[in-house]
């Protein structure tokens, strides 16, 4: 992956970028994250990672990613956070809350749960639930983003293997880390003699592969893929730049869909964030 790397450093915005979606796997002890950014024809750069440290069924971790998530980025917004709801923190009889959802209610203007789901037609489908803060049916309307797992990992693991100078490349800074890279590359696709494609572990760290997927499927329902060339940030945005983040169009219109059917081919430490959340 290390051909990935190219000539910015995580924290900046490469010049071309529109959008910015992040995905969070959610651990018993920490939040795992990853920030990618978004230009043209699904184009994409990785713009950050790291680990949020804390008991997931406490509520201070997630006050650290609510601060992660509303930060701006060189002046510009997380348009689409993705948390993955598979795991839910704390027993129910000891934390009647589910924190995964409450955050997501509290933040529901650009914060999505969602859980994965091995055979599914399209590659993300909402469901509505009701749930109460206690996560038990009442009340209000959740939205909850049904993701095949099948297309989104497949979507990384084809997208890193374009060259770096295509539409829809998968990119890098030119100082990521191994370990990041490993877990990328953590798992493989096989298909089973019924025919169904089945993804195996090759190693136990394998989280920052699950939230490039959710960052696929948050791509996918902002309808990156039909971001025109020509726009996005004129220069790269670092950490000696202003905050001011200058586009290239003043308006970028992007329109959510449901994408197309799924494929059929076949760690890191803390973050150096230049924002000031810590991790």
């Not at 939040?31 to 069924?57: F, K, M």
Request: some cysteine; aromatic content about 6%; hydrophobic content about 35%.
């Amino acid at each position: 992956l290390m051909r990935l790397r190219q000539p910015y450093k995580l924290g900046d915005l490469p010049a071309g970028l529109v959008r910015l979606t992040m995905g969070v796997d959610v651990q018993k002890n920490r939040l795992v994250y990853a920030i990618r950014g978004w230009g043209a024809r699904a184009t994409s750069w990785l713009v950050d990672r790291g680990e949020l440290h804390g008991e997931t069924h406490e509520e201070e971790v997630w006050e650290d990613l609510a601060d992660l998530m509303q930060t701006p980025v060189h002046g510009m917004l997380i348009n689409l956070t993705m948390v993955d709801s598979g795991f839910r923190p704390g027993k129910p009889f000891n934390v009647p809350v589910n924190r995964v959802y409450e955050f997501c209610r509290r933040h529901s203007r650009v914060a999505r749960p969602s859980k994965g789901r091995a055979t599914q037609n399209m590659p993300v489908k909402r469901s509505k639930i009701e749930v109460t803060p206690k996560g038990s049916p009442r009340k209000y309307s959740l939205e909850l983003m049904l993701i095949n797992t099948d297309w989104a990992k497949s979507f990384v693991h084809e997208h890193i293997r374009y060259p770096t100078e295509a539409l829809g490349a998968w990119l890098l800074p030119e100082d990521i880390d191994e370990g990041y890279c490993a877990q990328i590359v953590s798992e493989a696709r096989i298909r089973r003699p019924s025919g169904q494609a089945q993804w195996i572990q090759r190693s136990r760290e394998n989280h920052f592969l699950d939230c490039e997927a959710l960052n696929a499927a948050a791509g996918l329902l902002l309808n990156v893929q039909r971001i025109k060339e020509g726009r996005g940030l004129r220069e790269t945005l670092s950490v000696n730049i202003g905050d001011a983040a200058p586009l290239e169009d003043e308006i970028v219109t992007v329109e959510t869909i449901e994408g197309p059917p799924p494929a059929t081919s076949t760690p890191a430490t803390s973050s150096s964030r230049p924002r000031g959340a810590a991790v």
